[in-house]
């Protein structure tokens, strides 16, 4: 079948071993806690897959990475959500190390070389709230040693991780509340795993919380950001917003298409296969564009606000094949097996992530009249 080979085809000449990997194991297992498929990409290179090739990664493009998450949520959905946090972190790590003198490079040296998994500790789970306002604090102690204190759930790879990788809140010299990422070897003195993830469903991404207390950090795993209170990110940022918003909904674009291929292989199949497919391929379609305008654009909140209007054209796509798939699927089907009411179920996870769209409608509003775009 023609259909999602150009995603396989990516993750084959990327992460050889890993497609063949987890089809061989039932949706089922993988997408338990502790799931195996974590251990699998793990072992074929993934945590190097986003980290470049002068620190000793693959060096994957926008556009690579972007068909490797479709692939990915194809095969196991917890997966690919896991790894989003993950990269979308190294992503802001390699920003970072390009001409400064922090620890970066070696931190991305290290993910490459010894697999390193990134937990993610930027937006929080919670109706309502600025995502750029995290709930990990940091203080500057006499000694120049930062101490961190909070927690973030859920905080995907939480029982994984090698390393987290949080916004923390920080007051500068002057007064004013800054972002800053730290990073905290998850190994690290009053760092610790709580059960949080409520549901069967993406389990197996080990979204559990994570609490900090009375963390002690060099100040050089501490990286300012120059984002306030006004809610405009930053190039750190926005670099991070741009990677988060495409390979997650990448990933989730995966996960219909995992349902739609379940529907297309039944039986005889549907009257008109293609309706089936075409929403969530547009979708993906234009996700690549914005992939593909990383390559060769400034990334400005221009570009930022087309990842966003591609991740909502997903959104809507992604329940309206779900809704398709499931009918062509019948009855039957629905009886017989779970995987297809739990394909449907993880894929309209997209809705749930940061910034929603109704969170953002007020801000892509002012900004298609000329105000910078704020995230809320």
């Known amino acids: ?11 084959d000449r990327l992460l050889p071993g890993l497609d063949a990997a987890l089809a061989r194991v039932p949706l089922d297992v993988l997408e338990r806690a502790p799931s195996p498929a974590v251990a699998a990409f793990r072992a074929a290179g993934g945590p190097g897959l986003l980290v470049p090739a002068e620190h000793a990664g693959l060096g994957a493009t926008p556009l690579d990475a972007v068909r490797v998450q479709r692939a990915l949520g194809a095969r196991c959905p917890s997966l690919a959500v896991a790894t989003t946090m993950h990269h979308f972190s190294v992503a802001g790590l390699a920003l970072a190390a390009r001409g400064g003198t922090g620890p970066e490079g070696l931190l991305l040296e290290a993910v490459a070389k010894e697999r390193l998994l990134l937990a993610s500790g930027f937006a929080e789970g919670r109706t309502g709230q600025n995502i750029l306002r995290p709930h990990i604090t ?28 949080a916004s923390v809140v920080m007051a500068d010299d ?43 950090l060099d100040p050089q795993m501490v990286v300012p950001t120059e984002v306030t209170a006004d809610g405009v990110p930053d190039a750190l940022n926005l670099a991070g917003f741009l990677w988060f918003e495409l390979l997650l909904t990448a990933g989730y674009l995966g996960m219909a298409a995992a ?36 390559e060769t654009e400034e990334w400005t909140d221009s570009l930022l606000a087309a990842a966003l209007s591609a ?17 062509a699927l019948g009855g039957m089907a629905f009886i017989g097996s779970p995987d297809g009411a739990y394909l449907a179920s993880a894929a309209a996870g997209l ?11 007020a801000s892509l509003r002012d900004f298609l009249h000329g105000a910078p775009l704020r995230i809320g």
């Open 311 to 327: 991740r909502y054209a997903a959104q809507d796509a992604i329940a309206r094949a779900t809704r398709d798939c499931l009918a």
């Open 351 to 361: 809705t749930f992530h940061p910034p929603s769209r109704a969170r953002m409608a």
């Open 1 to 11: 079948m023609r259909f999602l080979q150009c995603e396989r085809a990516t993750l």
């Open 138 to 165: 940091a203080r500057r102690r006499a000694d120049g040693r930062v101490v961190l204190n909070g927690s973030k759930k859920p905080c995907s790879l939480s029982r994984s991780m090698d390393l987290l990788t």
């Open 174 to 216: 002057d007064g004013v509340a800054r972002l800053a990422v730290a990073l905290v070897p998850a190994a690290t003195p009053g760092v610790e795993v709580r059960p949080f993830w409520g549901t069967h469903v993406l389990a197996g991404a080990e979204s559990d919380e994570v609490v900090l207390t009375d963390v002690v």
């Open 259 to 294: 349902l739609a291929e379940r529907a297309l292989r039944a039986g005889e199949g549907p009257a008109d296969p293609a309706a089936l497919t075409t929403g969530p391929d547009a979708a993906m379609l234009a996700v690549e564009a914005v992939a593909r305008a990383m």
